[in-house]
């Protein structure tokens, strides 16, 4: 969601603010702004709505700062506007920007109202603003002042700061949202994702949760919740400096599908070693679990319930699969020996990471994540981790997250499976299955002409219905998703065995019903489901698996020319997600950054 960028240097920091802004424009935003020490030590601020480049054309030419903070804000409280977008200022003494949502801010507006402060936004961040220019007239150090405005706060929030009293400092603290420090030689950089800091420093330090810290160019200081002095360690960021470079693609929705042949390939190999299954995980905690609990969001939540089935066919074991944010708020019955599962792509997936937080007095045998981000805070949480292998994602709809999530989730099938005795031959099957994931999924990218054919045919509708059995009916939900994100076309997705309880109502002969089909044994239990809408005049169309065959010739038919196979749900959601991009593509959508839409939703 929104992103912070702040740096303290030697040289001229704002291109280093306004590239940083650009490196974080994917996880979706609809103002941006920045505020800065300009030479003579007076704060300068400046806010747009619109995109990045809209705020660095308005910038003076000869503006330059040693000490900044920017920032690109999705709407939460008050609409998108220049009053609205960040950093937010309490008079000429305090500037700044914040991630999250303080859930308290109305009561402490009010306070603060009574006190003579006056607000020019709609929104919860100038509340931070005005309690540290508060702290500060009673007389409290800058770092203190800090300090006591966060303890003032409910909710969750990466905070930066900049005190007019001290140009040469930047006050930062987070709660619940990610924050990460650059580290350089003689200068020091903050953001909310290091995406946005590598091309400047490769070691970064992730904060924890109720860190606090004060930068200044030659060090920084940081305090723990406690407010005791504390040491992270520096990590070395394995993000390439080019991570978001969209190469020879028009889009990084584009070029994200065409990597995930080799994320796949990544991920298997990092899961497997000779004989040996998800090499990380503890085979006796294997032993233990008798049930699973998956928990996850969007996208995420779709790949749990794909692996539910897998779970329960091939390792006998009683699955069950919620959104996090509806778990969080309920006590759910725990078996024993339930082993948790989180899905999250970015680690910092707030529904999920507060659903886990839920979990740890529900007397569960163990957490495990799921998460393609090695420093984010789930992988911090967690008893035990699968790392997938999707490299950085910026297309806000997910894709190659999602596949490589389920590669994993395969993996942790097999093992759990391997540790309840499994039929080693069918284990054998699927790993060989696997072997071949990354070379069919190349197959079936192969077809993308012929889907961008077929977009055309969808591209004025309103509506879509997707139909699916067994594994096929979260892919198509997951499909439905990527249509309705990328094109904005309404689109959801049923189980086919339903139609006759109720969607079927909607069958027309201007409603488009999309399809996956495998030879699986419910194939012809979908043809029948089909027949329904055929006889009703609905335009059908259908991915189908090599060897699968439709007689009636009104159907549009589109060969996935892959075999079915165990892996069949990693290489079904690919024509869809092809279909979504080319669909958006005619609509004339930001298909990288969809309206309203976030790529790491860091809040409730």
């Known amino acids: 969601m929104c992103g912070i960028v702040a740096a303290i240097a030697e040289r001229n920091i ?6 940083g802004l650009r490196r974080l424009e994917y996880r979706g935003y609809d103002s ?3 505020a800065c020490f300009r030479d003579s030590d007076s704060l300068y601020r400046q806010v747009n709505v619109g995109k990045v480049g809209d705020l660095v054309d308005s910038l003076p030419a000869d503006l330059r700062a040693r000490t900044g903070i920017a920032h690109t804000r ?3 409280h008050g609409a998108p506007t220049e009053a609205n977008a960040h950093p937010h200022r309490s008079g000429e003494r305090v500037a700044v920007v914040h991630n999250g949502i303080i859930e308290n801010h109305e ?9 003579g402060y006056r607000f020019s936004s709609e929104t919860d961040t100038e509340v931070i603003a005005h309690l540290i220019d508060l702290m500060l007239e009673e007389g409290k150090t800058p770092l203190a002042a800090v300090q006591a405005a966060c303890r ?15 140009p040469d400092r930047i006050f930062a603290a987070r709660r619940g949202s990610p924050l990460v420090i650059g580290v350089g030689i003689g200068e020091h950089f903050l953001a909310s994702d290091a995406a946005a800091l590598v091309p400047v420093t490769q070691q970064m330090v992730f904060l924890e949760d109720g860190d606090l810290v004060e930068l200044r160019r030659d060090r920084f200081t940081l305090l723990d919740a406690e407010e005791r002095p504390v040491e992270r360690p520096v990590r070395i960021s394995t993000l390439p400096a080019d991570s978001v470079d969209k190469g020879r693609y028009r889009h990084f929705m584009e070029k994200e599908i065409h990597e995930q042949p080799d994320a796949i390939a990544a991920t298997l190999n990092a899961l497997l070693e000779g004989s040996r299954l998800c090499p990380g995980l503890d085979p006796k905690l294997l032993e233990r679990v008798q049930a699973v609990h998956i928990i996850a969001c969007g996208t995420s939540y779709h790949a749990g319930l794909v692996a539910r089935y897998w779970l329960e066919e091939l390792a006998g074991l009683p699955t069950s699969v919620e959104v996090a944010s509806e778990y969080r708020y309920r006590v759910p019955a725990v078996p024993g020996g339930t082993l948790l599962v989180a899905i999250s792509q970015s680690g910092e997936t707030a529904d999920t990471l507060a659903a886990l937080e839920h ?19 789930l992988t911090r949480v967690c008893d035990a981790l699968l790392m997938t292998r999707a490299g950085l994602e910026i297309g806000v709809a997910s894709t190659k997250a999602f596949t490589t999530q389920l590669t994993a989730l395969l993996m942790l099938t097999l093992a759990l499976g391997q540790a309840r005795g499994a039929d080693p031959a069918r284990q054998r099957s699927v790993i060989e299955d696997l072997g071949q994931a990354s070379q069919q999924t190349r197959e079936v990218l192969a077809i993308d002409d012929q889907v961008a054919r077929l977009a055309e045919q969808l591209a004025d509708k309103h509506h879509a219905l997707f139909l699916g059995r067994g594994a096929e009916y979260p892919i198509a939900m997951e499909g439905a998703l990527k249509l309705k994100e990328v094109s904005y076309i309404h689109a959801e997705a049923y189980a086919a065995g339903e139609l006759k309880h109720g969607p079927l109502a909607l069958v027309d002969e201007d409603l488009p019903v999309i399809v996956t089909a495998s030879s699986n044994s419910l194939l012809n239990k979908l043809k029948s489901n089909l027949q329904e809408v055929h006889a009703r005049g609905g335009q059908i169309y259908v991915f189908a698996d090599r060897g699968v065959t439709f007689s009636d010739p009104s159907m549009t038919v589109v060969e996935v020319p892959v075999p079915h196979s ?9 024509p869809l997600q092809l279909l979504a991009y080319h669909v958006g593509l005619l609509r004339g959508t930001d298909v990288d950054q969809p ?3 976030a790529k790491s939703v860091t809040v409730e």
């Open 359 to 377: 979990s740890r007095s529900l007397g569960y045998l163990a957490t495990l994540g799921i998460c393609n981000v090695p420093e984010s805070a």
């Open 595 to 597: 309206r309203n839409l």
């Open 566 to 574: 165990a892996i069949s749900p990693i290489l079904q959601i690919v």
């Open 74 to 76: 999705w709407a939460t």
């Open 14 to 19: 704002v291109p280093i603010l306004t590239d």
């Open 32 to 34: 941006a702004g920045l």
């Open 152 to 166: 003032q706060l409910t909710g969750a929030f990466a905070v930066a700061a900049l005190i007019a009293s001290h």
């Open 107 to 115: 009561a402490l507006r009010v306070e603060l109202e009574g006190r």
